[in-house]
């Protein structure tokens, strides 16, 4: 069982951050996950207490060693995505 918890974190691929656009759905900050071969998008719960509303560029967020509903969880990071080596 462990093997497969492993292989969904470096398929979503937690500790990683991403510059991502976000938009809200049912009341959530979501945003479609980067990376063709993961199984789940972002839901970005964790840090958002630093946006006004739903950013209307890209921001940075990381991933979470956790799911929420069907999505992995994002913490927001940025609100801009100044980090030049983001994958």
């Known amino acids: 069982m462990t093997a497969i918890r492993d292989e969904l974190a470096i398929a979503v691929g937690v500790g990683d951050r991403f510059c991502v656009e976000v938009a809200q759905c049912e009341g959530t900050l979501v945003a479609t996950h980067p990376r063709e071969g993961s199984p789940l998008d972002i839901a970005v719960v964790e840090g ?40």
């Open 48 to 87: 958002i207490d630093q946006l006004e509303g739903v950013p209307a560029t890209p921001v940075e967020v990381e991933i979470e060693p956790r799911i929420v509903e069907d999505y992995v969880v994002g913490r927001l990071v940025a609100v801009d995505c100044s980090t030049p080596d983001l994958p």
